[in-house]
């Protein structure tokens, strides 16, 4: 076809626009993907560390009374690390956190480094969709939460 002394062919870009929608349409799921799978990993270290935080108050109120050095004749909390580990372990049994995380566990990091505060570690899994199969293992996270034990009158 002429139009003013200009050959038109009609035709020459066919196709290629259909190559750039599927290439934006790959990259598109691809930051979909990517994005799921950060909101899986900050979903479940937020519900982790709900958890621990729950583990560290039951822990924390686990103390013995001991007569101390808080001013005369004042009565000071001590707690002690097998303790605490093990109030953390009655509370995650009585809260059936092993059901709702995937390879939980009480870390070692867990007790009472100063005799009045309960530290709680946990760890778990996380296996976000679609990504499970780049990464079979999962994705290892760990929740800190601490937790003091005062008397007041």
């Not at 200009?6 to 035709?11: A, F, P, T």
């Not at 799921?29 to 982790?48: D, F, G, P």
């Amino acid at each position: 076809m002429t139009v003013n002394g200009c050959r038109l062919r009609i035709g020459d870009d066919e196709g290629q626009v259909s190559v750039l929608i599927i290439g934006y349409l790959l990259i598109s799921l691809l930051v979909l993907t990517v994005v799921m799978a950060i909101s899986a990993v900050y979903i479940e270290h937020k519900k982790l560390l709900s958890v621990a935080d729950g583990a560290a108050l039951a822990a924390a109120d686990s103390f013995s009374i001991v007569g101390g050095s808080g001013g005369p004749g004042m009565p000071l909390p001590s707690l002690s690390g097998p303790a605490v580990q093990a109030s953390v372990g009655d509370y995650l049994d009585r809260v059936g956190a092993g059901g709702r995380f995937s390879g939980l566990s009480i870390d070692p990091g867990t007790g009472a480094p100063d005799g009045r505060t309960a530290r709680v570690v946990l760890t778990a899994v996380v296996r976000p969709p679609v990504v499970s199969i780049l990464v079979p293992a999962g994705i290892p996270i760990t929740a800190v939460a601490d937790a003091r034990s005062e008397l007041t009158r």
